[in-house]
């Protein structure tokens, strides 16, 4: 990962993929990073898109004052189709060289570092990147940005329809985001006391769950939640919705699916701490001539993770969690 001989003097930005809250910390911790050591800073926006079309704006510290607390990215986010192929690959390349970008900074998760690896390969670019995606699912780090703000948009929203689930006596099914990763479903669903949990990395017997649920009625629990993760193997929560209803045609059933308010808002001030925590170390990791790879903390130690490992070792699901959770919900 060592490329020493290498003196920087411009890095790139980019944020790729979906928005995470706390990508703008770490834009502002990078950049201001970047002048400490005398660099330029040169943000290029939508992500590979800006690579690819040249759409850049130099950044400097007053760019990048008072967006510490703001949500979303300053330099916007997009899926690219074309930076899949060479040809768009090469001109993000003759376009760094263009600005005389030395090494590039990629904020994002799972397919933003695929394209990074690729892109390193053929090109031999430095490149670092920066774990930011709401789903906390990659190897070579405890948590990614925007995770502990997206978990507690989930918390804040369950427990608010929690209140109206009493009130009324219903159950609540309600969907998360979580297509191959269920660490959002699974907190969000201790942290609430949801009455089921369900997730991608588990089969969903719902038979086991239509069972738990005539016990509940039994013992006479007036309401209930059930979290289910977008990527659940049983289809969503319209889904899991249909069969209790099917099973149980008294209850009666609400769906609710928080959708992309949970990418959204303000960072807490943990996902603030640790963007800029990453910001810092992604600079220096590029001055000791780091390169392909991802940055992380790991017992509060900072750790360098290969793109191809940190991209094919998703983080596994605690399952002694989903243990604690039925046990819970008893």
Not at 18 to 46: E, S, Y
Not at 238 to 261: C, F, M, Q, S, W
Not at 264 to 269: F, K, T, V
Not at 303 to 317: E, G, R, S, Y
């Amino acid at each position: 990962m060592k490329n020493n001989s290498q003196k920087i003097n411009t890095i790139g930005i980019i944020t790729s993929g979906g928005d995470a809250p706390g990508m703008n910390a770490c834009i502002r911790a990078l950049t201001r990073t970047a002048l400490f050591h005398n660099m330029n800073v040169i943000g290029f926006k939508q992500g590979y898109n800006g690579l690819i079309e040249n759409n850049t704006v130099f950044l400097d510290s007053k760019k990048v004052g008072n967006i510490i607390q703001r949500g979303g990215t300053i330099l916007k986010t997009a899926r690219s189709e074309e930076f899949r192929t060479f040809e768009g690959r090469k001109k993000a390349f003759e376009n760094l060289k263009l600005n005389n970008v030395d090494a590039l900074v990629a904020i994002g998760g799972d397919g933003t570092f695929t394209g990074a690896d690729i892109f390193n390969r053929e090109f031999d670019f430095p490149i670092i990147g920066i774990p930011g995606t709401i789903d906390n699912d990659l190897f070579g780090t405890d948590n990614t940005i925007g995770y502990d703000t997206a978990l507690n948009t989930v918390v804040s929203a369950v427990d608010k329809i929690r209140d109206t689930a009493s009130s009324h006596g219903r159950l609540f099914v309600i969907e998360v985001m979580g297509k191959d990763a269920g660490l959002i479903a699974l907190r969000s669903g201790i942290s609430t006391g949801a009455e089921a949990i369900l997730i991608p990395e588990t089969t969903t017997y719902i038979d086991h769950l239509l069972n738990k649920l005539c016990k509940d009625r039994a013992n006479k629990k007036p309401s209930g939640i059930i979290i289910v993760a977008e990527g659940d193997d049983f289809g969503g929560a319209y889904n899991v919705a249909k069969a209790v209803k099917e099973d149980h045609p008294l209850y009666d059933i609400r769906v609710t699916v928080l959708g992309h308010i949970q990418r959204g808002g303000s960072p807490s001030a943990f996902d603030r701490v640790l963007a800029s925590q990453l910001g810092y170390g992604a600079i220096k990791a590029l001055i000791n001539g780091d390169k392909n790879a991802m940055i992380g903390i790991i017992n509060k130690e900072y750790v360098l993770t290969p793109f191809d490992q940190a991209i094919k070792h998703n983080n596994k699901i605690n399952m002694s969690l989903l243990e604690l959770a039925e046990v819970l919900a008893c």
